[in-house]
């Protein structure tokens, strides 16, 4: 018989200690080699996009039919198209290095999901036929269906999270096997827990936070949405204006709205839904929210009207709220250098209150074309100082 090996208690405390010591002065050590690294994290990415261009389930409530492959968020043949230059736009996304960069995308590709059977598909052709968002009704149905993408992504995010803790909880517990059988040989860990584990933390609270999140997409906003459109309830709070100028940009997604009513201490957070929809000489801007919060953004949407606002809106949009949004290529390589790094700075930051305004210009072809028109009517103006002021201020975005 082969006799069991026996290790005093300071052997195994020394090599535990060794262990541990090595995983805390290098926690990727437990990821191996860079190659290895950058191999695993290529094959995380890789599942989540194989499923994200798979089928699944409808998100049209109580169907069971499986939902086409490419849902498309925002119309392709429509403001998409408007925007693309050789059916190709322009989309930020992060790149390996975790770094956000502006990518080329086929209009064939962008903004999709899978998100609705070939029926509950047809919904959306109530608009997309006639070419233009003309009612509640079609605003709603558009809110409705970028509010399924967002549920869509983030049930995603959370598949993709939960395997990637269970990885690293494993990989950290072979590093600590490993190392104390070199030591030790036929040592066995037969459990392990770490404390304090920074990147474990990270992630369990990501894991946490994008349930939380889930929830409150399915909640009241999902509620009142589709009971309005299945015709069971009142409209629900949305707001659209139509500019009277074309943008190059398309958006549909979610932005944070903080706000504090009079009287009251305590910051509200309304979960808004936007939207940036471009149509041959104008635009259809969006912005909706749960009806607990109809007055703040009917307050919001109201402020939009005047002078540069609604472009102001929608440039916050863009940075603090939503990153699903293309532009015209041109459009895009046009800003200056030193104004394209803000723009990719602001959507790696932590704020994402679209009730911040920014103090430089994303969308120079149309303010220069507001400012033409206002410099036409300069005359017709009450105020011409504080009009000219106005310019003077927007014009100062674009330096």
């Known amino acids: 018989m082969t006799e069991k090996p026996t290790h005093t208690r300071e052997q195994i405390e020394a090599a535990f200690n060794a262990a541990d010591d090595a995983f805390w002065d290098d926690r990727t050590i437990i990821f191996g080699s860079e190659s290895e690294k950058k191999r695993k994290l290529f094959e995380h990415v890789k599942r989540l996009s194989k499923a994200w261009d798979r089928s699944g389930l409808c998100m049209y409530r109580g169907c069971t039919e499986p939902s086409i492959r490419r849902s498309h968020t925002i119309h392709r043949a429509g403001s998409l198209e408007r925007i693309a230059e050789d059916q190709h736009v322009l989309t930020p996304l992060l790149d390996s290095r975790g770094q956000m960069k502006m990518e080329r995308i086929g209009v064939n590709l962008a903004s999709t999901f899978p998100g609705f059977c070939v029926e509950h598909e047809q919904l959306f052709s109530e608009f997309e036929t006639a070419g233009s968002i003309s009612s509640v009704r079609h605003v709603a149905l558009q809110a409705y269906r970028t509010l399924c993408r967002e549920i869509a992504r983030k049930h995603l995010l959370i598949r993709g999270l939960e395997p990637l803790l269970d990885q690293y909880r494993k990989a950290r517990e072979d590093h ?30 990501e894991l946490k936070g994008a349930k939380a999140g889930l929830a409150e997409l399915r ?20 707001q659209a204006l139509s500019i009277p100028f074309e943008v190059p940009v398309s958006l549909s997604g979610l932005g944070v709205l903080t706000y504090r009513r009079k009287d009251e201490k305590q910051t509200r957070r309304a979960l808004c839904l936007i939207g940036i929809l471009p149509h041959e000489g104008s635009t259809v801007a969006f912005i909706g929210a749960a009806r607990r919060h109809a007055d703040i953004v009917d307050a919001y949407s109201s402020g939009m009207v005047d002078g540069f606002n609604g472009l102001s809106a929608m440039e916050s949009w863009m940075t603090n709220g939503s990153d699903h949004w293309f532009i015209r290529p041109s459009s895009w390589t046009a800003i200056p250098d030193h104004r394209q790094e803000k723009v990719l700075a602001l959507l790696m930051s932590e704020d994402d209150n679209i009730g911040t305004m920014l103090d430089f210009s994303i969308l120079d072809e149309t303010r220069r074309a507001i ?16 009009v000219l002021a106005m310019v003077s201020r927007e014009s100062a975005k674009m330096t």
């Open 219 to 238: 909640g009241e906003l999902h509620d009142q949405l589709f009971d309005y459109i299945s015709g069971q309830s009142q409209e629900p709070s949305l």
């Open 176 to 205: 600590y096997a490993t190392a104390i059988q070199n030591r030790l040989p036929g040592a066995k860990v037969k459990s392990l827990s770490v404390k304090g584990d920074s990147m474990e933390k990270w992630l369990v609270a």
């Open 371 to 386: 400012i033409a028109v206002i410099n036409e009517h300069i005359d017709e103006a009450p105020d011409r100082a504080e």
